[in-house]
């Protein structure tokens, strides 16, 4: 069983609106920020576009929706499990195989858990999001993020992987600026086709929040809008 903590934060249900095919946050005070998810993927659409003129559109539409689904599922099952919730009906036998990759990682290094899927913002960062789930991992409190794969991170190169602790890091500003409870560590745990052990990537926040505000100025400045607080 997984131990909740309750904490002091200024949460409130972030609304999200969608302009242009990108993900918008409106905050209390009426502001709007990108999605983090927008920010990064960004800096990936022209790889993606020569991916799919290659494969061809119908191919890389199946690609890409089943991809969806796989992380959603799997994520949904993580969610649930650390929940202290039984496994649902109906789960496809390959994405309870993905889940069972994890839940050893989870049992065993997963401590208390402040948060899943938390919607946040930080004025400073001009960006919001949706983290996967704050909890203390090695007996640190972490930044956790949970990935499904068809080949391990290392074959993509050491790009995804800065991607993802990079969105990651963010969260981890996010969650302190409006909770005043610092975050250091950021965790990526993937699942991997036709592989019996998770992967699972540790790092610190501060080591990726420069690259992060990086892509942040250069996304703002490429779509005319107006600079990070």
């Given at each position: 069983?997984?131990?909740h ?48 003129k ?23 099952l ?43 913002y ?14 203390m ?63 699972v ?29």
């Amino acid at each position: 069983m997984f131990n909740h903590v309750s904490f002091e934060s200024d949460e409130f249900e972030l609304k999200t609106v969608s302009e242009d095919g990108k993900r918008w946050y409106v905050t209390e005070s009426g502001g709007k920020y990108p999605s983090i998810t927008t920010v990064i993927s960004y800096f990936s659409k022209n790889a993606i576009m020569a991916w799919r003129k290659r494969v061809g559109e119908e191919e890389a539409n199946k690609v890409s929706l089943k991809a969806s689904r796989r992380g959603t599922n799997v994520h949904l099952l993580c969610e649930d499990y650390i929940n202290n919730l039984p496994v649902k009906k109906g789960v496809m036998p390959s994405d309870l195989e993905m889940f069972s990759i994890m839940k050893s990682v989870l049992d065993e290094r997963v401590g208390d858990v402040y948060a899943q899927e938390y919607a946040m913002y930080s004025d400073h960062l001009g960006i919001a999001g949706r983290c996967d789930c704050i909890a203390m991992f090695d007996g640190k409190l972490s930044i956790i993020d949970f990935k499904t794969s068809k080949r391990p991170l290392s074959a993509f190169g050491g790009d995804k992987l800065d991607k993802y602790f990079r969105q990651a890091a963010g969260y981890a500003v996010m969650f302190e600026e409006r909770t005043k409870i610092p975050v250091s560590q950021v965790v990526i745990i993937a699942a991997v086709d036709n592989e019996i052990h998770p992967e699972v990537h540790v790092s610190r926040r501060d080591d990726h929040i420069g690259g992060l505000i990086g892509m942040i100025d250069e996304y703002y400045t490429k779509n005319g809008m107006v600079g990070r607080q």
